[in-house]
């Protein structure tokens, strides 16, 4: 019980304590006030056996968060591609087809190249972006990106914590984390990156990373002293 409450209490300050947060809540209060809840809740279920009410509200959270974000800012280059994208598709066309002569050619790989790779391309684009460490802990994006007000989500030392984090999921491998982070990633992909509220859905997990990195920091302190 002690432990629940703790991450709990960690998961909140750090849900409240980043610059991300207050801009969601600026802009939609109902959604900062969700995504705040979905940290909790994905705090508590981290921290003990599955617990099936909260579970359900966790999914009714997560489920509410997708649709409000795919409606808002769905990316339409999933649609229709931009005059660029189609210029740029035209001319990898024309490269292919030179060094790659009849493999490229063929009705299969044309439809593929004309039908289904630019807008997959556009899609993966959206989940690589959302995963740069640099959009959330830096102002400054090394890619910085048109129409978008680059700023820093998080203080840069919940940097450290995030990493600590990262890394005690990868060893533990948290189904209800991966499961998480496969449906947010599959969410985001269809959200613009020019979305003026980020990648949201990741808001949660990011949360929960940087609370057990803290986590870990406080027992290994604890056992040394």
């Given at each position: ?49 599955l ?32 005059p ?16 790659l002569?009849k ?5 299969f ?17 959206n ?8 959009l ?23 940097l ?29 992909g269809?959200?613009?990156q ?32």
């Open positions: 019980m002690h432990r629940i409450s703790l991450v709990t209490l960690i998961s909140l300050a750090v849900a409240i304590t980043n610059f991300w947060i207050w801009k969601i809540i600026k802009i939609d209060l109902f959604l900062g006030l969700t995504l705040v809840l979905l940290s909790l809740t994905m705090a508590s279920l981290t921290a003990t056996r617990n099936k009410k909260i579970f359900l509200i966790t999914l009714l959270l997560l489920f509410s968060t997708s649709v409000k974000i795919l409606v808002a800012g769905f990316d339409n280059n999933l649609r229709e591609l931009r660029d994208q189609q210029k740029q598709l035209n001319e990898r066309h024309g490269y292919f087809a030179i060094s002569g493999l490229f050619k063929n009705k790989v044309l439809r593929f190249y004309k039908d289904i790779y630019p807008y997959f391309n556009v899609y993966a684009s989940i690589f972006n959302s995963l740069s460490p640099n959330y802990f830096f102002s400054n994006h090394p890619r910085e990106r048109e129409k978008v007000e680059e700023f820093s989500m998080y203080p840069a030392i919940f450290i914590f995030f990493l600590i984090g990262l890394l005690y999921f990868i060893k533990s491998s948290s189904y209800l984390i991966v499961l998480y982070l496969l449906f947010a990633l599959l969410v985001t269809f959200i613009k020019t979305f003026t509220l980020g990648p949201v859905l990741l808001f949660p997990l990011i949360n929960l990373l940087i609370t057990l990195g803290i986590l870990k920091i406080f027992r290994t302190e604890k056992n040394g002293l």
